[in-house]
């Protein structure tokens, strides 16, 4: 795995900001998630931040001095440990990622703006359908809200821009297109993003150990699924029987 040239920055008074080349590439995500599985070990770290193109890590409470020359002293220890363990990086990631398939219903019930896509990229609604669930998307990280997945490769042929006029309310589960990315809405909120199906799944449940079953890293396969197997799936996930699949990659 490539190493790069890292920036790094103190964030607050326990915490630090690495960051690497400032655009969306798969290979540097990959090392991004691959350091992180290093950092995360290393002791006084707390928690840690994945980005398209950086790392926050966060220290305990003993990192936050009370002068100017302790915190620098520290500051500086930590930056010289963390370039010698990004040297020593292994690739830590080939064996534990995952392609978690996701049902994804879309009927026009659900689909919203199909047509509307349709009509602007002068394809059909299978067209559509068909090249939404044919990659594999790679997670970059989590954000915008809890549960809510950055995903990685989408087909050009239906890029489209975010609504001029954003809608007040989106479902829980629906899944849209902005620009370059698609995603699916962990919860009801407003959104600009051009609905094209809906998941009956939960993609965050604080009431569960792990609140989202997904990390960066893994992947996202959606799969095309009818009116009557989204309500099976529903039903299942509202009496608490439903477990995402996964295959290893």
Not at 74 to 80: A, E, G, L, P
Request: charged residues 25%; hydrophobic residues 35%; proline residues 5%.
């Amino acid at each position: 795995m490539e190493n790069y040239n890292l920036t790094y920055k103190p964030f607050g008074t326990s915490a630090i900001l690495i960051e690497w080349p400032a655009k969306i590439d798969e290979k540097i995500i990959q090392d991004i998630i691959s350091f992180e599985k290093l950092v995360a070990k290393e002791q006084g770290v707390v928690d840690t931040i994945i980005a398209y193109n950086s790392l926050t890590i966060s220290y305990n409470k003993d990192t936050n001095y009370s002068t100017h020359y302790k915190y620098r002293n520290s500051y500086t220890k930590k930056v010289q440990k963390l370039t010698e363990l990004y040297v020593q990086k292994r690739d830590h990631i080939q064996k534990s990622q995952k392609i978690w398939q996701i049902p994804v219903c879309y009927d026009v019930a659900f689909g919203l703006d199909l047509e509307a896509i349709s009509k602007e990229k002068e394809c059909s609604v299978v067209d559509i359908i068909d090249l939404h669930t044919q990659p594999n998307y790679l997670i970059y990280f989590l954000g915008f809200q809890p549960g809510f997945l950055y995903l990685g490769g989408l087909n050009p042929q239906i890029h489209i821009p975010r609504k001029a006029n954003p809608r007040l309310r989106v479902e829980k589960g629906s899944v849209g297109i902005g620009g370059e990315q698609t995603g699916v809405y962990p919860k009801d909120s407003a959104g600009g993003w051009n609905l094209i199906g809906k998941s009956p799944i939960d993609f965050f449940n604080i009431q569960k150990p792990q609140p989202c079953f997904a990390k960066a890293g893994d992947y996202i396969q959606f799969e095309a699924i009818d009116l009557e197997t989204f309500y099976q799936i529903y039903e299942e996930v509202n009496k608490g029987k439903y477990q995402p699949k996964f295959e290893w990659k």
